[in-house]
Structure formats: structure tokens, C-alpha cells
């Protein structure tokens, strides 16, 4: 009986270790995907579920410009603050890399709010490490089940959604999912696909744009301006592409995505 009991006890202690991030002593992915999973047999019918995505922003400049241990350090410093902001009954994972997500029981989509808003103040606060001072700031994506979801990988998928849109919209702001958003992703998808084949069929073209001295006539430089003929909309604009790849550079270059400097 009691080496039964012990190798019980040594098994509930490996499962606490396998669901468990190293780095930051909250759960991890597996952990996570554990909890909600078990939410979902106990959830009545009226309970809502908020997931909130959390990105720390820039967080790849921190482990470039610091190093890796002092990254570490933020990284469990954010999660102390984020236990201390969630509420009873809600679970705390580190998902992987600079993501956090906050999943837990709400009354409606403005005590959503208000904890998305109690989040933000919480991480900005002056936060200290080694004898510096980091400047520390969060995108959050916010959906509701059963509102926008009704089940896990949906809400999972749209909180993820909803934090693309806060961090293509300019980073530290919270973004609730909404149905629009599906609609935008899929036309920035297209755009993504048919710049990708633009390339291979040489539609891009440069046209230089002389700028003037006003005081003696003269060209002083050349502006270079892009022009996409497409082959069903025809001649389109920079407004209508340029936004799109930028923020795309933007999102690869904070996930650490080798980009050639060829391709910019």
C-alpha cells in the first residue's frame, strides 16, 4: 500500500511538472489546453468564458539588446503581475515565447473590459531588472464564449484574431473580436497570396517622382513610388498594399523570422 501510494503521489507530481512552464511557474500550453477542456463539463448554460491573448510587445528586442536571462526575468516578473490582476477562478498560462493567456469566468464583456484595462496598467507599472529599467507594454486580444465562440478552438482562434488586430492597429491596446475582423483577415490574406504571385509575373513597378528645390529650380531628389498593375483590378496604389506588407515585416521580425535584406 504505501509504495502504491508513493508511486501515486510521484505521478501526480510528474503531471503537475508536464503542465507546468519552467520559466515562469504558471501553466503551460498543455496545462491550459488541461483547464479548459475541464471548464467546458462544468460550464452552465449562461456562464461566459473570456480567453485574453497577451503579447508582450517588442519583447524580441529585450533578449537581443539584454540577453536571454534578463529576458527570462521579465518574462516571470509580467507573470507575477498577471497572477495578481486575475481574478478568482480564472487560469494564468504562459502559451509560449512573450504570449500569456488569461482564461477565467466573467459576468458580461465589461468586466472583460475592465480586466483587459486592469491587465494594461498592471505590466506598464516601473518594473526593474538587474538595475534597469524596462519600459514593458501589451497587445490583447479579447473573445467571449459562448458570444463569439462556442467551442475551444474557435475561441482560441478568435482571441488570436483579435490580438493580430491590436498589434497591426499599433500595439499596446486591447481588441475584442468582432465578425469584421474575419472578413479583413481574409482580404489580407488574398492581398498576401496575389503580391506573392505580383512578384513572379514582374507586375510591381518603380516610378520616380522628382522633388524640387523651390529656391533654385533645380531636382534636389527622387522619390521612388510603387504601382501594382493587377491583372483584374488593374493599376492599384500604395494604400492599397503597402500597409499590409509592412505590418507583415513587422510581425515576422518580432516572431524572430530571418528576412534577406534582398527582400525589402
Known sequence: IASAEASARRADKMQILARTDVVTGLTNRAGLNHVMVESMVDLNGGQQMALIWIDLDRFKEVND??????????????ANRLREVAPEGATVARFGGDEFVLYGPVEDRREAERLASEIHIEVMR??????????????????????????????????????????????????????????????????????????????????????????????????????????????????AFIDIVEKLFQLLEERSVNIPQSRR
Open 126 to 239: 516601473p518594473l526593474r531588472v538587474d538595475g534597469r529599467s524596462l519600459d514593458v507594454r501589451v497587445s490583447l486580444g479579447v473573445a467571449l464564449m459562448p458570444d463569439d465562440a462556442k467551442d475551444i478552438d474557435t475561441l482560441m482562434q478568435r482571441s488570436d484574431l483579435a490580438l493580430y488586430h491590436a498589434k497591426v492597429a499599433g500595439r499596446s491596446q486591447t481588441s475584442f473580436f468582432n465578425p469584421n475582423m474575419t472578413r479583413d483577415l481574409v482580404r489580407r490574406r488574398e492581398i498576401e497570396d496575389e503580391l506573392r504571385s505580383a512578384i513572379m509575373r514582374d507586375e510591381l513597378s518603380i516610378y520616380f517622382q522628382p522633388i524640387i528645390d523651390l529656391e533654385t529650380g533645380k531636382i534636389h531628389t527622387f522619390e521612388a513610388l510603387v504601382r501594382w498593375q493587377h491583372p483584374s483590378q488593374g493599376l492599384l496604389y500604395p494604400d
Open 65 to 78: 539588446l539584454l540577453g536571454h536571462p534578463i529576458g527570462d526575468k521579465v518574462l516571470a516578473e509580467v
